[in-house]
């Protein structure tokens, strides 16, 4: 079993910046692909996201490119999601995610365990 747990939430103003962690516990992640999710009030959660056990490979989704990086420490268990040039449209429920098969899938159902979420806020 993975446990993992998201940190780094908060309010931020439009055009801030944020930097989300996961930390994993249970065992490690190092052969894992690591992926973040998203789910705004109301609507359904989306593929934010990956990153694969080597770091080697990255997948985002079109509305964070050149916004967002996804990042990771193994030595520290540890997945990061860098944000920057924050709009209001990014105001959701972040989540970390774990992927036993190692692709860096914008899917959902590949990802065998999930976190808690942490809140993002961005003002106008």
């Known amino acids: 079993q993975v446990q993992l747990v998201e940190s780094g939430g908060g309010l931020v103003r439009a055009g801030g910046s944020l930097r989300l962690s996961c930390v994993a516990s249970?065992?490690?992640?190092?052969?894992?692909?690591m992926g973040w999710f998203r789910q705004a009030p109301g609507k359904e959660r989306e593929f934010v996201a990956a990153i694969s056990w080597s770091g080697d490979n990255t997948n985002y989704a079109d509305p964070v490119k050149g916004r967002f990086t996804i990042s990771r420490d193994n030595a520290k268990n540890t997945v990061y999601l860098q944000m920057s040039s924050l709009k209001p449209e990014d105001t959701a429920i972040y989540y970390c995610?774990?992927?036993?098969?190692?692709?860096?899938?914008?899917?959902?159902?590949?990802?065998?365990?999930w976190g808690q979420g942490t809140q993002v806020t961005v003002s106008s």
């Open positions: 249970g065992r490690t992640i190092r052969t894992y692909a």
């Open positions: 995610a774990a992927d036993l098969l190692g692709g860096v899938s914008d899917y959902e159902k590949p990802y065998d365990y």
